[in-house]
Every structure is written in C-alpha cells, then in structure tokens.
C-alpha cells in the first residue's frame, strides 16, 4: 500500500483544512489507519485514528471538537477535516497505515507500517 497526502497549506488561526489520504490499494478498505503530526525537533505523535470501516474513532485530546476523521473506502481515501485552527497546530502532517490485518484503530506509532510523505500544515496567528 502506497499513501499520498494532499490539501495542507497555510491558513491563519481559527480557518480550517481539509488534508486528504488516497492510498494505492483497495486493500485500503482492511486497514486501521490515522494522522500524525511532526514538528522539527520533536517526536511525531498521534492526532487521530479510525478503523476499518469508521465504527471507531479516537483523537488526541487537544483536537478533539475541533478535527474530524474519516474514510470513504469506496475512494481508498482517508480525510482530516481540521476546523478552528491555532498556531499550535502547525506541523508536518502524515497518514498512516497498519499492517495487513490489522482493522482496528491503534493510538501507537509503532502499529502503523506504512507512511505517507506528508504535507505542511502552517497556522499563523
């Protein structure tokens, strides 16, 4: 499975972007997968996961109410809407996926086997 990200950019605080995930395999549909974020200098960390079909969600709490995670697996495609955006949201943003298998959602790292490039998301205040 190969992930391509597109739709980050550069917004001012409390605008919203809708970041996409289009993977290369309609074996997508099996997959937990989630977002991640990576700031230079720090550890990539978790924002949001769904499984297999969207029957669960998480987030991580400093998004929550504000960002929404879905799939549309007729489309192979993973979404991230992100509304009132802050500064603090400014990252690096990758969607990834666990392995083969695996249809649940993890809020770990190391569960997730393939990456996307990324796409910069840039907040100003």
């Known amino acids: 499975v190969r992930l391509v990200e597109s739709g980050g950019g550069s917004v001012e605080a409390g605008g919203s972007l809708r970041l996409s995930c289009v993977a290369s395999e309609g074996i997508f549909t099996s997959y937990g997968m989630g977002w991640f974020r990576q700031v230079p200098g720090k550890e990539r960390e978790i924002v949001s996961a769904i499984d297999w079909n969207g029957g669960d969600i998480w987030y991580t709490d400093s998004v929550k109410g504000r960002f929404t995670i879905s799939r549309d697996n007729a489309k192979n495609t993973l979404y991230l809407q992100m509304n009132s955006l802050k500064p603090e949201d400014t990252a690096v943003y990758y969607c990834?996926?666990?392995?083969?298998?695996?249809?649940?959602?993890?809020?770990?790292?190391?569960?997730?086997?393939?990456w996307g490039q990324g796409t910069q998301v840039t907040i100003s205040s």
């Open positions: 990834a996926a666990r392995g083969e298998g695996w249809s649940s959602l993890s809020h770990w790292r190391q569960e997730y086997d393939v």
